[in-house]
């Protein structure tokens, strides 16, 4: 029987309730905006949560009020036996949603394995629908293979909402506006567009390579007539529905319309390190603490400690502000 504890606050009044995970650090993908052409170098076996490392952790945290987790990667489709470890997980009391942020390509292969593992939502990452574009952009021909596993996921009904998310970038994502809203028009998959930040691998990142949200929702717009939709509390996304019902489509504005007032998020990466913002520039160690023997009272002060300095705030944009050491590929969205 899993003990119930005290919910998990941060030193700023915010109750912590949606956990991500990223279960690799490893992709099959090399997104210009992420990651180097040659990738990165990967984490060593040995230097990754096992499957019960992990399930320790997210059980403990649901025990602390955590409802929601999300897994990602890299590319958690790359992980072996990841179903497993689904199973695993979805199996905790008391955890309500557990979702995959995944890049679609081994989806079409894995998809029914998750749902029976017991998968409730996911999102899929495609940034153009274009197959010229999305290898440019990718460095992998793969859009029609991605197209598939979002079909194949799409067959079960029981996997709603779908989303689609398209890394919005300038002087690349506006010719995409309406092809993808067109997308999420036809096929009811909500499409957001994520503003670019900066956690790439090549530490390139300037302001001006923002393509703002709302530049967006007004090439669309103009198009499609959209109406804004009442935020959800703790939602990163700013959701609209096409004036004539024909779907929704999402803007995630981190950089131009920050939204962590009621930021109710905390990461887990895959070499068991926890960081309270995406872009904290310190992580806690929970794996080193795991494999010294601590018990789960020992974990939840450690977890509580970390929580309660997790940031106000990103400081992107302001003078003086750090880009994290660790790239998105190692933190997983
Ligand atoms: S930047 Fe940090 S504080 Fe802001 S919403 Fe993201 S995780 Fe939360």
Redesign the pocket.
Known sequence: MVKSREPLVDGHGREIGDLRVSVTDRCNFRCQYCMPADGLKWLEREEILTFEEIERIVALLVSMGVSDVRLTGGEPLVRRDFPKLVARLAAIPGLIDLSLTTNGYLLERDADALVEAGIGRVNVSIDSLQRDRFFQLTRRDSLDQVLRGLAAIGRHESIRPIKVNAVALRDFSEQEAVPFAEFARDTGYQVRFIEFMPLDGDHAWTPDDVLPGDALREIIHAVHPLEPLPREPSS?ARVFRFADGQGEIGFIN?VSE???DD?N?IRLTADGQLRT???SLGETDLRGALRSGIDDDGLESLVREAVWRK?L??RVGDPGFQQPARTMSAIGG
Do not use: A
């Open positions: 990163t981190p920050p939204f962590c930021c998020r913002c995406l872009f940031e705030k990103h």
